[in-house]
């Protein structure tokens, strides 16, 4: 792979995310236990500053603790206890959080605890009168005001982190929210998003071509609005194009763009070569990081600069060997 800018050595700062106390070891749980994350504690914890809260704790419900859940209507539940007592939780819940959600803005990612009435981040149980659940899940209450307060930030579940697309895509999304926060500035020029911009081409289109061609129109001069509303749109628009897993098929496409870049500068049976490697990733027979490897060793001697500061080469830290399982 490329030389990561983002070698724990190398980074200007660490990235401030948010997280359930409860995955960093803290026996915060209703049982007065903990669900230490060892990947969040001892592996992304070299790239990020945690910021650790427990809802729970912060309303004032103790440790241990009776055990909550939600119940009503699942568009918009209540918080009580599980053990039938009729009382509504979920205002003294809300307000134990209410104040920490306003100090937010700085963080470039947040991971929540799974299955918590407070920190899930989807398929949480709300329970009908009857003491059956719902058909409908939902968010926790804590989750849920989290991401309705702050759309763009990107948010995972611990427990969806298994999984090696949805791990990929959290990163991606943490590591461009921050690029993007301390690359274009508070009042920006133009300069400011198109250089952004210039970087990310490809990553955007790994992810859709129309977002890609929706934001080269943006920048292209012909949008009347102020340059803030601009950063602001376009802001919305990357995040929400990254917001799923790139997919095979379009990582390929882009890998072939990028081999045109050599088309000039290395004999066609090169080419070829690498080509054959594309496919073999498009079978699903290799992991990304092989194409790219390959493809990256001959653009770093033969590409333009332009093409090697593509951060699609490197949008998170190699170390992790995220692409390795992709």
């Known amino acids: 792979m490329p030389h990561s800018k983002y070698t724990p050595d190398q980074l200007e700062r660490k990235i401030p995310v948010g997280i359930s106390a409860c995955l960093l070891g803290d026996n915060v749980r209703f049982n007065g236990g903990h669900s230490h994350s060892n990947y969040c504690d001892n592996v992304l914890s070299d790239y990020f500053d945690y910021q650790k809260f427990c809802p729970e704790v912060a309303a004032g419900f103790g440790t241990p603790r009776p055990t909550l859940r939600l119940e009503g209507d699942p568009n918009d539940p209540i918080m009580t206890f599980s053990k039938k007592t009729g009382e509504d939780l979920t205002d003294r819940f809300r307000s134990g959080s209410a104040d920490y959600l306003d100090t937010l803005s700085h963080l470039d990612g947040y991971i929540v605890m799974k299955n918590s009435p407070s920190c899930g981040m989807e398929r949480i149980k709300v329970y009908q009168e009857n003491g059956h659940p719902h058909m409908q899940r939902t968010a926790g209450l804590f989750t849920k005001a989290l991401m309705e307060r702050y759309p763009l930030l990107p948010v995972e579940e611990d427990g969806r982190l298994n999984d090696p697309n949805l791990r990929e895509n959290f ?80 990582h390929c496409n882009v890998l072939m763009h990028l081999v045109g870049y050599l088309k000039n500068a290395v004999d066609v049976s090169v080419r070829k070569d690498i080509l054959d490697v594309v496919e073999q990733y498009r079978r699903g027979e290799v992991n990304l990081v092989t194409p790219m490897t390959l493809l990256h060793h001959y653009l770093k001697h033969h590409g333009s600069e332009y093409i090697n500061q593509q951060s699609y080469f490197t949008p998170y830290p190699s170390p992790l060997g995220i692409r390795n399982t992709v």
């Open 171 to 250: 990163l991606l999304r943490v590591f461009t929210h921050h690029d993007f926060r301390h690359s274009v500035p508070e009042e920006p020029k133009m300069k400011d998003l198109i250089e952004f911009h210039s970087r990310y081409k490809y990553l955007v289109m790994a992810h859709s071509q129309p977002i890609y061609r929706e934001l080269g129109r943006l920048l292209s001069g012909n949008d009347p609005r102020p340059i803030k509303a601009l950063k602001e749109a376009y802001f919305k628009i990357l995040m929400t194009c990254l917001s799923k897993p790139a997919k095979r098929k379009n």
